[in-house]
């Protein structure tokens, strides 16, 4: 009995162990159930709600998730901004606690709108007060942080505005650490990460320009300087301060609060991509923009209950009804009577329209407002339910963040009146869209020309039905986004709980470089150094002559850019879209191949008998083992150019009945691949809705150029002219870099489609449109990249990665290891026999190995020789005088099952051209590599590979030498299979392509379909110079009239102080002396000029 009792309670106690485990790992969904911590300090009641939302969205998803309150502000003690999570609320000292009165607000916000707040002492009180709250949080609260500590969390969460909780959160050990911006995305929120602001369109924060991105010249110099004022002087202030106070109480190995703010996993943005000013991007920025309201996760499906007083004003509207609101925080008692009478004479102007007023009205506000029966003032409104009604017509509102999410989710135009902090940014946003007016509080201070300009706007948003069409546009581009703000939110932080180190999507700051190698000023000093010795040398030159005269391939293009359209057919098929396959046989050597298996309708196009082989003109190098040949001024561009024009003109002047046939198919959509402009000009021709732009290829900065994806060529290095360290180049790397982007730029970019244009003009007439801006207004471009397997670059939101998709090979990682892939017995046996594993090797199906010369195979065979323990499978046509050499580990096929031998077990590394699919399928299956790359996108493959430390770079010209080429595959074998980091870094490659939270083939599939129904996303495309020259691009005209001015500052400085000098002498004599031999400088030189008749220009 007594062991029946003692076995009851031991099967008790392990079923409550065995709940607490699935209660503290399993969500309901079989995920990890993760611990989250979240800082949600009462500062503000839209940061507090958007904190608070990202709180409960985790716990409705199954996790569990713990809100710490800073009491910073004494009258939001009430509000927890979640209602779901766990709750630890922390008060101020009596002392302290009334700390936030001394920020530095204005008295009245109707004074107008802030000016810079970098200068008027705003951040500096924010500053000061942050750094109080601080020092109060570590040096009273310990005993609640070792509480913390002691919880273990998985992920801690903060907005980036305050560096302290990054500092808190390093001291508990959480695991995984995200910030958060309940704001837009803005250039100093992304400055952390990398995101280049560049000046001439990216309006600053603090000081916004209403008419960004347009911004006139003297907006752009206040934007210039107030940039350059925000990073040597404010961006890492707070961090500077705080860290003081955490290195005295932790010591001084504390590490930097601004790497530590850097280095958070992910950042997520109250912003949406179709609802933002432009500005670049990265990977490390997630948008969720909406996620506080939900306004963005559905279409409404009824009309929202409204009180019986406010739903008969609506019902009694003739023509609609128009809210006015300055927000939850905004006391209307101080605005002036003056501006009360601008309003009200405004609206009076528009009787059939009653105007809704959240206002509290003062005693002498009855006789000013029963002038105005079309106008209706209650101190608190139901602003989501007025805005989704389908009578309201416009929204006059201060533009806080969350008023216009809700009325960009429902579509109703606005006029924004900015007040203070980020309205004004948000201003600018409805101003840049076309979906509001903006109007400066400071024009309202007089009732006449306040009303005027009322008057003015209203007639605008209620009267002009362009500002009425294009928020409605808003609003459903809006709702329809394939990827919802909850949805990525959750997918994300689960992704980045699992692996935390994301610092791969970082891109190079200042932590990195300087500013002077940054923006290459280094290469461009030293470029303007070389080019004046040179000029001083020719001057020395000519004048010393002057003196003296005085005195007596064949190559085949790949399958894989077929292969990789072929399989986007496939996959729209599958998700039951109708798609037809469009040939044009450029290459006779692939006749039989198509790309897709299950598209529709495949149209093949022959070329003609004289045009036929034209391929073969191609100028690539005839032996690939010959060394790398930059593609820029070897002809190879040109000959490639050559090429599509000529397969342009003979589709247009030729085929014109196929191209009438396709006109009558009404195509929803047309995707090509954008190397050839041609096809973009055909889609336009035959009346294709949507376009698309796919690359078989990584992200380059080519792909990016026609969307104004900035360049940066410190670190971001030339496809066409790669350097395989990536973003890590020395200095003369990057000065062959810098020249490669500027070679490329005036010679090569758009060269395509000015060649190609003449065509159709010539076919369409002169108006058929420029085949550049065709291709720069596509709706998205696909690229075969992923964001976690690339060299660090700017992007933009039209870029879609769907790298992976044609090999399916980036699908979610099984729970239980698949069987080991099914081999030849013959190989079987290699792999089944070696001792320490198998190394593949393979230069890919076009490369002819028979050209490789008798000293490279040597040195190949005498590397491999050196590690017996190893099999070697090289895919290799050997000659018949190849046996005598040929060691007995190294096993040669005509032809590999590739992916089944890179999924094997026992592979444990992998030699290769760097072809695009061979680098994906070797990441996806975690193996790490020996980079030889041959020719084209490879070298620029070999960087990534590289970069990410996952394998290992060799130049093949190192192995036309057999002792050389052996010492060096020596090398790179001991690193690939003995050196740990190597096989580690690629498995975390795996993992992460394998566990990204949207695949490929999801992201492709919902995308298309959005850009099908909304093909205009042109919003998505960055200025251009197309829209700038590169001199306003690049700010030079900003730099150079700044220039001006203070040479002229200092010279009138100069001439002032010699005017006053005391000493005449010096005043007079000197001064009048250098005139004189700066005169006699200038004849003589004009004398020489004429003597010797030399010509010069400047």
């Not at 050389?964 to 090398?971: K, T, V």
Request: charged content about 20%; aromatic content about 12%; hydrophobic content about 40%.
């Amino acid at each position: 009995m007594a062991d029946l009792f003692i076995n009851s309670i031991i099967i008790i106690i392990l079923l409550l162990i065995a709940a607490h485990i699935i209660e503290a790992e399993d969500a309901p969904d079989g995920k990890r159930r993760l611990k989250i911590l979240i800082y949600n300090p009462d500062l503000g009641y839209s940061h507090m709600q958007f904190q608070g939302k990202l709180a409960d969205v985790l716990v409705e998803t199954g996790h569990e998730v713990h809100v710490l309150i800073f009491t910073l502000n004494p009258l939001r003690c009430d509000y927890n901004g979640t209602y779901k999570a766990k709750v630890i609320r922390v008060n101020r000292s009596p002392e302290t606690r009334d700390d936030i009165l001394k920020l530095g607000f204005a008295k009245s916000p109707f004074a107008g709108a802030a000016g810079n707040t970098l200068l008027d002492g705003t951040q500096d009180s924010y500053n000061n007060f942050f750094v109080g709250a601080c020092e109060e949080l570590l040096k009273q609260q310990q005993p609640l942080l070792q509480q913390l500590a002691n919880e273990n969390y998985d992920v801690g969460i903060t907005e980036s505005y305050d560096s302290c909780m990054f500092g808190i959160f390093h001291v508990i050990g959480v695991k995984t650490t995200i910030s958060t911006c309940a704001l837009s995305m803005t250039g100093w929120a992304g400055a952390p990460f990398g995101i280049p602001v560049i000046s001439s369109y990216v309006t600053n924060y603090y000081a916004p320009s209403v008419n960004a991105p347009n911004m006139n010249f003297w907006d752009r110099i206040s934007n210039f300087y107030t940039d350059a004022y925000e990073y040597f002087m404010f961006r890492e202030k707070l961090h500077n301060l705080q860290q003081p106070l955490f290195k005295a109480i932790y010591g001084p190995g504390f590490p930097p609060l601004r790497i530590l703010a850097k280095n958070v996993s992910l950042f997520f943005v109250n912003g949406n991509e179709f609802f933002e000013l432009p500005k670049p991007t990265s990977h490390k920025v997630i948008y969720i923009g909406g996620i506080a309201s939900g306004v963005f996760d559905k279409l409404p499906t009824k009309t929202s209950i409204l009180a019986p007083e406010v739903q008969s004003i609506f019902d009694n509207a003739k023509d609609g009804v128009v809210l006015f609101s300055f927000g939850t925080v905004t006391d209307t008692k101080l605005m002036s009577q003056e501006m009360k009478s601008a309003f009200l004479k405004a609206f009076a102007r528009f009787p059939t329209y009653d105007f809704i007023w959240k206002f509290e009205r003062n005693e002498s506000d009855s006789e000013m407002f029963s002038s105005a029966p079309n106008v209706h003032t209650f101190e608190w409104v139901n602003q989501k339910a007025m805005l989704a009604h389908p009578k309201l017509k416009a929204f006059i509102t201060h533009c806080g963040l969350n008023g216009l999410n809700e009325a960009a989710s429902e579509g109703v135009p606005m006029i924004g009146i900015p007040l203070f902090g980020d309205q004004l940014f948000n201003a600018a946003t409805i101003n840049h869209k076309k979906i509001g007016v903006y109007v400066d509080i400071t024009d309202l201070h007089t009732e006449n020309y306040g009303s005027n300009i009322m008057i003015d706007a209203l007639s605008k948003v209620l009267q002009r039905t362009e500002y009425s069409q294009n928020a409605k546009t808003v609003q459903m581009k809006l709702r329809n986004m394939p990827f919802k703000p909850r949805e990525k939110f959750v997918k994300w932080v689960e992704f980045a709980a699992e692996f935390p180190d994301l610092n791969e999507l970082n891109l190079p700051t200042s932590d990195d470089m300087s500013l002077f190698v940054y923006y290459s000023l280094d290469v461009i000093s030293f470029n303007i150094a070389v080019g004046i010795t040179v000029i001083l040398l020719l001057i020395v030159v000519i004048c010393s002559l002057f003196r003296l005269f005085r005195k007596v391939k064949n190559f085949l293009v790949p399958d894989r850019h077929m292969q990789f359209n072929g399989k986007l057919a496939d996959v729209l098929v599958e998700a039951g879209h109708e798609v037809h396959v469009l040939i044009f046989e450029l290459s006779p050597f692939l006749p039989d191949y198509n790309g897709t298996f299950k598209a529709q309708k495949i149209i093949r196009i022959a070329r003609s008998s004289e045009t036929k082989y034209d391929i073969l003109k191609l100028k690539l190098a005839k032996n690939p083992f010959s060394g790398f040949s930059n593609m820029l001024s070897d002809g190879a561009q040109d000959s490639f150019n050559d090429l599509f024009v000529g397969a342009c003109e003979e589709l247009l002047k030729q085929q014109q009945p196929l191209l009438q046939e396709l006109a009558r198919e009404n195509y929803d959509v047309g995707i090509s691949e954008a190397y050839d402009g041609c096809m973009f000009g055909i889609f336009h021709a035959i009346g294709v809705k949507t376009k698309f732009s796919t690359y078989a290829i990584q992200m380059t900065s080519w792909i990016g150029e026609p969307f104004g994806i900035p360049v940066i060529p410190s670190y971001v290095t030339n496809y066409f002219v790669p350097s395989v360290k990536g973003p890590n180049m020395n200095f003369w790397e990057r000065i062959s870099n810098f020249y490669a982007h500027v070679h490329e730029y005036f010679t090569l970019r758009g060269s395509i489609f000015r060649l190609q244009q003449p065509l159709f003009n010539s076919v369409y007439g002169p108006d058929f449109p420029s085949l550049r801006d065709i291709a720069g207004n596509i709706s998205l471009s696909f690229v075969n990249g992923n964001e976690f397997f690339e060299l660090p670059m700017p992007t933009s939101h039209k870029i879609v990665y769907v790298g992976g998709i044609a090999s399916d090979v980036l699908k979610d990682l099984p729970e239980v290891p698949p069987e080991k892939p099914t081999l030849e017995p013959e190989v079987q046996s290699i792999f089944d026999n070696a001792k320490d594993g198998v190394v593949l090797f393979s230069f890919g199906t076009v490369i002819d190995t028979k050209l490789m010369s008798q000293e490279m195979k040597s040195a190949f065979l005498k590397a491999f020789a050196r590690f017996p323990t190893y099999n070697f499978i090289w895919k290799f046509e050997r000659n018949e005088s190849d046996s005598e050499i040929f060691a007995p580990n190294v096993h040669t096929f005509g032809w590999v099952n590739q992916k089944a031998m890179l999924a094997h077990p026992k592979l444990k590394a992998f030699i290769t051209h760097c072809g695009l699919n061979s680098m994906i399928e070797a990441a996806s299956e975690g193996i790490p590599t020996i980079g030889i790359p041959l020719f084209g996108d490879q070298f620029f493959n070999a960087a990534t590979i590289n970069h990410k430390k996952a394998g290992v770079y060799i130049d093949i010209l190192d192995l036309q030498n057999e002792n050389r080429g052996s010492d060096a595959m020596i090398a790179a074998l001991n690193k690939v299979l003995l050196q740990a980091e190597y096989s580690l870094n690629a498995k975390m490659v795996r993992k992460k392509i394998h566990n990204m939270p949207f695949k490929p083939r999801e992201k492709f599939v919902k995308w298309v379909e959005f850009a099908a129904e909304f093909p205009d996303l042109n919003e998505l495309n960055l200025p251009t110079s197309d829209n700038m020259s590169l001199f306003v691009y690049y700010s030079l005209d900003v730099i150079s009239f700044s220039i001006a001015v203070g040479i002229t500052v200092i010279l009138l400085i100069y001439v002032h102080k010699l005017n006053f000098y005391n000493d005449k002498a010096v005043r007079n004599g000197r001064f009048c002396a250098e005139i004189r031999a700066g005169s006699k400088f200038l004849k003589d030189l004009i004398m020489l000029n004429g003597e010797n008749n030399i010509s010069m220009y400047s």
